[in-house]
């Protein structure tokens, strides 16, 4: 019993895994050999399915849940208004069940690894006794873990009628153990084969039996292949190791065959030696006597050196008397060539001091000369642009002087026409005049007739 709450201990703490949907994804990639492996559908179609399907994922979700309490308990002071009182009330106290039947366990197997160690040493009903108290001690906790059990539940209750609650747990999944977490990763491979397992029809599910039996009559087929061919390889390393074999044994009596050869070689080194010393003592006798030849030579040759160093030197003497007769001319030439330069130096300098004078005035010149062109440039400009105001003053005037022209002519021809008009419109108005007139006397002479 103690062993079976030690298995479930572990499971509060570890990290989140995400959530498989209901939905399988669709492979994009092209068929392959396994494709009778993979389910047809994609999605769940019945109702039972579905149903299973959330069981287990409401299932997944309370354990990621009750993985957690441990280290939410261990957070109270940092979660302290974030979890409501309730939960956190609810958390601290399972808690401390969890603590106590853990301390309970620790115990027991604590006295049981002793009683085993003293079980040799101790008497037989002595150590009987020990054992049925740890058993009573064991069925003690019973009461404990159905109080756990119930703790359990409450907290869920509890955090799942909270969702804000059971998000911010979630977000703690860091804090989930090894253990826990591979437990999680249990759930959720069972829960991939059972989702597998329900999208696959019975047809699918035989065609898969018949996929796998057709791989391993092919699986058994290439293993006979294989054998066959391990045993082509053993024969062929037999062979091989023939073969090395006799290589060996053509290497041992080229090595043998070497080693005359080599001694061979020894004995022709010391005869060439051999005669090689003889040759050198005969080149030495040769060499000896062509010595005593070259310093009787030598001699010679030094006696003729002798007469020619005692001509020569007679030779040298008139030289040498003509040389200082030359050195004396060309320093005097030298000294004269000196005088000349240096008058012809004084010469210049003054001539490079009356042109540098010269080239000052004729930068002031120049700088004159520049002067003078900017003044004339702009006499010239002001004299083209007074031109060109007495140009386009002249032609304004001009311009002035016939539209006053015009204007004078259009003023006369508006009066002389003013002055007609007037002069019509008093004729016309005479006219009606006397036409009135007459036609009032000719209606008083009717009414005088009647």
Request: proline share 2%.
């Given at each position: 019993?103690?062993?079976?709450?030690?298995?479930?201990a572990?499971?509060?703490?570890?990290?989140?895994?995400?959530?498989?949907?209901?939905?399988?994804?669709?492979?994009?990639k092209?068929?392959?050999?396994?494709?009778?492996?993979?389910p047809?559908?994609?999605?769940?179609?019945?109702?039972e399915?579905?149903?299973?399907?959330?069981?287990?994922?409401?299932t997944?979700?309370?354990?990621?849940?009750?993985?957690?309490?441990?280290?939410?308990?261990?957070?109270?002071?940092?979660?302290?208004?974030?979890?409501?009182?309730?939960?956190r009330?609810?958390?601290r106290?399972?808690e401390?069940?969890?603590r106590s039947l853990l301390?309970?366990?620790?115990?027991?197997?604590?006295?049981?690894?002793?009683?085993?160690?003293?079980?040799?040493s101790?008497d037989e009903?002595?150590?009987?006794?020990?054992?049925?108290?740890?058993q009573?001690?064991k069925s003690?906790?019973?009461?404990?873990?159905?109080?756990?059990?119930e703790?359990?539940?409450?907290?869920?209750?509890?955090?799942?009628?909270?969702?804000?609650?059971?998000?911010?747990s979630?977000?703690?999944?860091?804090?989930?153990?090894?253990?826990?977490?591979?437990?999680?990763?249990?759930?959720?491979?069972?829960r991939?084969?059972l989702?597998?397992?329900?999208l696959?029809?019975p047809?699918?599910?035989r065609?898969?039996?018949?996929?796998?039996q057709?791989?391993?009559?092919q699986?058994r087929?290439?293993?006979?292949?294989?054998?066959?061919?391990?045993?082509?390889?053993?024969?062929?390393?037999?062979?091989?190791?023939?073969?090395?074999?006799?290589?060996?044994f053509?290497?041992?009596?080229?090595k043998?065959?070497?080693?005359?050869?080599?001694?061979l070689s020894e004995?022709?080194?010391l005869r060439?030696?051999?005669?090689?010393e003889?040759?050198q003592?005969?080149?030495?006798?040769?060499?000896?006597?062509r010595?005593?030849?070259?310093?009787?030579?030598i001699?010679?040759?030094?006696?003729?050196?002798h007469?020619?160093?005692?001509?020569?030197?007679?030779a040298?003497?008139a030289?040498?008397?003509?040389?200082?007769?030359?050195?004396?001319?060309i320093?005097n030439?030298?000294?004269?060539?000196d005088m000349?330069?240096g008058?012809?130096?004084?010469?210049?300098?003054?001539?490079?001091?009356?042109?540098k004078e010269e080239?000052?005035?004729?930068?002031?010149?120049?700088?004159r000369?520049?002067?003078?062109?900017?003044?004339?440039?702009?006499?010239?400009?002001?004299?083209?642009?007074?031109?060109?105001?007495?140009m386009?003053?002249?032609?304004?005037m001009?311009?002035?002087?016939?539209?006053?022209?015009?204007?004078?002519?259009?003023?006369?021809g508006?009066?002389?026409?003013s002055?007609?008009r007037?002069?019509k419109?008093r004729?016309?108005?005479?006219?009606?005049?006397k036409?009135g007139?007459?036609?009032e006397?000719?209606?008083?002479?009717?009414?005088?007739?009647?």
């Open positions: 019993m103690a062993l079976d709450v030690l298995a479930v572990p499971l509060y703490q570890g990290p989140d895994i995400n959530r498989m949907r209901l939905t399988a994804e669709l492979s994009k092209p068929a392959s050999p396994l494709k009778p492996l993979v047809s559908k994609s999605k769940l179609t019945t109702i399915t579905k149903r299973v399907m959330s069981v287990l994922d409401e997944i979700h309370k354990v990621e849940l009750v993985t957690l309490l441990s280290h939410l308990a261990s957070k109270d002071e940092a979660l302290e208004g974030i979890l409501g009182g309730d939960v009330r609810a958390v106290e399972h401390d069940l969890c301390d309970s366990v620790a115990y027991l197997q604590d006295k049981e690894r002793r009683l085993q160690e003293e079980e040799e101790e009903g002595w150590l009987r006794d020990r054992l049925l108290s740890v009573l001690q003690n906790l019973l009461p404990l873990m159905e109080h756990i059990r703790s359990t539940k409450d907290v869920l209750r509890l955090l799942l009628d909270n969702p804000q609650a059971a998000k911010l979630e977000t703690h999944a860091l804090g989930r153990s090894a253990e826990a977490q591979r437990f999680i990763d249990c759930l959720m491979e069972l991939g084969f989702f597998e397992k329900l696959t029809s047809m699918e599910a065609e898969k039996t018949q996929f796998i057709d791989v391993s009559r699986n087929r290439n293993q006979d292949i294989i054998d066959a061919l391990e045993n082509e390889l053993a024969a062929s390393m037999k062979n091989r190791d023939a073969e090395v074999e006799k290589e060996n053509v290497i041992q009596e080229l043998n065959h070497l080693h005359q050869v080599l001694r004995n022709n080194l060439t030696k051999q005669e090689a003889k040759q003592k005969a080149d030495f006798r040769a060499s000896q006597a010595v005593a030849k070259i310093q009787q030579e001699l010679l040759l030094r006696s003729q050196h007469n020619l160093v005692v001509e020569n030197r007679e040298e003497q030289l040498r008397k003509k040389k200082y007769k030359v050195e004396t001319e320093e030439w030298i000294q004269k060539y000349e330069m008058e012809k130096q004084d010469e210049y300098e003054e001539l490079d001091i009356i042109h080239k000052v005035q004729l930068e002031e010149l120049r700088q000369y520049k002067v003078l062109v900017e003044e004339f440039a702009q006499i010239r400009a002001e004299r083209e642009v007074n031109a060109k105001k007495k386009e003053a002249e032609q304004e001009l311009r002035m002087v016939r539209a006053a022209t015009l204007i004078q002519a259009v003023w006369k508006y009066l002389v026409r002055v007609l007037s002069r419109k004729s016309k108005s005479k006219g009606r005049g036409k007139r007459g036609k006397k000719g209606k008083g002479k009717g009414k005088g007739r009647k």
